[in-house]
């Protein structure tokens, strides 16, 4: 029976030289590169260099070692195909039964502080691609492995049964795949960014798992958080749970929801939101402040809600949150006393957030449909170029302020979208109808005698009078809206009968 070789060349060498042990004590032969063959020596392995397998030495810094007929030969043969073991035996080609493989890190290095482009070239890996490929192609007759967590249940096989059952081998193979795909997704992704590529032909993109979730959006629906490699400081992604039960699918993307908002505004605020839309917003010169508007803006909605918030959570913003029942708070940090205080409550998830303020994010917007998937550039815009003023009446600096904070809150309220606001808090929030006019009546409803003499902003035009009409009606006294329906003048003539300031941006934040 002839001896099994196997063929051990790694980047992340953790736990190589027990495995590499446990072959050699059951008779395996081991074949090795550059510094795992180093390694393997200085443990006192007995080892064969790749270079005696070749007769050809490693060149070019290493970056040829395993090209070699020799080696994908002895990996890709079929061993019960007569034509093939006719080849190996006329071409010297030994077969090669195991490859051990872990490849250049190349995720590491794009992480790297002030990398330059030379390095990251250096750290995309040529051979063991071909390599662990190569074996998983072959896999009922080689056995391959990439990551270092397989190497006991391999050796446990090997040590009862003689080798690796069919089962493993394929599922090892399937590892090599998502592996090398995610890897040269990595490098594809880090071209195109490099080079501003947009819309290619053709996309791959690639996430790495940060955790499952208990369950999706209800209960008989699984799910899985996922996260990109690269831009997770400011993200949700990049977040650290500093107390609380675990996060749901619904926390995620309703505390997103929280966070997007929360980044239009630089003095201290608290968004509270509700289904990813904000339910009550509000701006002060403290976060003890902020947060009591933003809890009297909506004290309904608020409760079992999220609140992301830009500044440290001292001990007198935790002592206004903590008698009301939340799902989270994100924040940038919480001071010693606001953890003594919040960590009370046994559930309540507290979120640590580093930049939390964070906006420059080149990545896209994704959102799935059935069969495809909508790519769109973030919308990091508020406004473009100057504000138009189209009534006879322009707004006072107050009502400009607040017409701004509202207009900060709209763009990230789901469509059809009101917000309308009142000394930088939010009085009423009408998110995701059908009509504007159902959506200015519901935020009208919502907010009730705080209405009067707040100001309004919607996310597009008004296609009809009809909002200005209600609005005059609520005591509502300026707005600001996109523009850029063919009714626009009917809005205005309406605004100037009823002495209500209205400001047009020339651009709209639909959100859906």
């Given at each position: ?15 190589i030289v027990d495995f590499a042990k446990s072959l050699n004590s059951m008779g395996w032969e081991i074949i090795s590169t550059g510094g795992t063959s180093k ?401 200015l009546e519901n935020a009208i409803r919502q907010g009730g005698e705080r209405i009067a003499g707040s100001v309004m902003a919607s996310d597009a035009f008004f ?50």
């Amino acid at each position: 029976m002839r001896t099994k070789r196997a063929l051990i060349s790694v980047f992340d060498k953790s736990g190589i030289v027990d495995f590499a042990k446990s072959l050699n004590s059951m008779g395996w032969e081991i074949i090795s590169t550059g510094g795992t063959s180093k390694k393997l020596k200085e443990e006192g392995l007995q080892v064969k260099d790749i270079s005696d397998l070749t007769q050809f030495p490693e060149c070019f810094d290493g970056r040829v070692k395993t090209l070699h007929p020799n080696v994908e030969g002895g990996i890709l043969a079929i061993r019960d195909n007569e034509k093939h073991k006719q080849q190996m035996a006329e071409l010297g080609i030994e077969p090669i039964d195991m490859v051990v493989c872990n490849l250049y890190p190349f995720k590491e290095t794009i992480l790297k502080t002030g990398v330059s482009h030379e390095e990251i070239i250096e750290n995309i890996d040529i051979g063991g691609p071909t390599m662990i490929r190569a074996a998983a192609k072959n896999y009922p007759f080689v056995t391959v492995i990439t990551d270092p967590e397989d190497y006991t249940k391999v050796i446990e096989e090997i040590q009862a049964h003689g080798d690796t059952s069919l089962e493993t081998k394929e599922l090892l193979a399937a590892k090599v795949f998502i592996h090398t795909s995610h890897y040269d997704a990595l490098i594809a992704n880090y071209f195109s960014k490099r080079l501003n590529i947009q819309s290619p032909k053709t996309l791959t993109l690639t996430f790495e798992k940060k955790q499952d979730l208990r369950y999706g959006e209800n209960p008989h629906q699984s799910a899985t958080f996922y996260t990109q490699i690269q831009e997770t400081e400011g993200t949700l992604t990049g977040a650290v749970q500093l107390h609380g039960k675990e996060l749901s699918y619904n926390n995620i993307g309703d505390t997103d929801g929280a966070l997007e908002t929360l980044k239009e505004f630089e003095e201290p605020t608290v968004v509270a939101a509700k289904h990813a839309n904000p339910c009550g917003v509000g701006s002060a010169a403290t976060l003890a402040e902020a947060f009591k508007k933003a809890y009297e803006a909506d004290p309904v909605s608020i409760f079992g809600g999220i609140i992301a918030v830009n500044r440290e959570v001292d001990k007198a913003t935790a002592e206004v949150m903590s008698p009301i029942f939340l799902e989270v708070i994100v924040a940038p940090s919480f001071s010693e006393e606001a953890l003594a205080i919040l960590t009370k409550k046994k559930n309540l998830r507290l979120l640590q957030v580093s930049n939390i303020s964070k906006r420059d994010y080149t990545s896209p917007k994704a959102k799935t449909v059935l069969g495809g998937l909508l790519i769109q550039d973030m919308d990091q815009q508020l406004l473009d170029g100057e504000l138009k003023y189209v009534t006879n009446r322009r707004p006072s600096e107050k009502e400009l302020e607040d017409l701004l904070f509202a207009w900060k809150v709209v763009k990230h309220t789901k469509s059809n979208a009101i917000a309308i606001a009142k000394d930088k808090c939010t009085t009423g929030v009408g998110p995701g109808q059908v009509s504007r006019i159902w959506a200015l009546e519901n935020a009208i409803r919502q907010g009730g005698e705080r209405i009067a003499g707040s100001v309004m902003a919607s996310d597009a035009f008004f296609p009809f009078a009809d909002c200005v009409e209600a609005a005059h009606k609520a005591g509502i006294t300026a707005i600001i809206q996109p523009g850029g329906s063919i009714h626009d003048q009917d809005s205005i003539d309406a605004a100037n009968k009823y002495n209500i300031a209205m400001i047009f941006t020339g651009m709209r934040h639909f959100k859906h």
